[in-house]
Nanobody, 115 residues
Framework: VQLQAFGGGLVQAGGSLRLSCVAS????????MGWYRQAPGKQRELVAS???????NYADSVEGRFSISRYNAKSTVYLQMNSLKPEDTAVYYC??????????WGQGTHVTVSS
């Protein structure tokens, strides 16, 4: 499984960005897709995830501001980020977990929120 992420950038506080991640390869194995982020000097943390059946999970810090969605036919996952805050600044990584619990990562995409 290969993952390619798109959509990072620079935005002012209060603004919005949408991240996309496209999976290729043995996509039929993929169960959960999600986004993690890593800010400078901090550990990588889960932002949001979504199962193949559509069940979602969000970090408390983004609940109500971010929305994850998934287009199974194209194995694409989106992260709509609204009301962005400077503390959302990080490198965002797409993640996929297969039914065999194999873990795959995409390249990071930078999100910078200016105050």
């Amino acid at each position: 499984v290969q993952l390619q992420a798109f959509g990072g950038g620079l935005v002012q506080a209060g603004g919005s960005l949408r991240l996309s991640c496209v999976a290729s390869g043995t996509i039929s194995r993929i169960n959960v897709m999600g986004w993690y982020r890593q800010a400078p000097g901090k550990q990588r943390e889960l932002v949001a995830s979504i199962t193949r059946s559509g069940s979602t999970n969000y970090a408390d810090s983004v609940e109500g501001r971010f929305s994850i969605s998934r287009y199974n036919a194209k194995s694409t996952v989106y992260l709509q980020m609204n009301s962005l805050k400077p503390e959302d600044t990080a490198v965002y990584y797409c993640n996929a977990v297969t039914v065999f619990l194999e873990n795959y990562w995409g390249q990071g995409t930078h999100v910078t929120v200016s105050s």
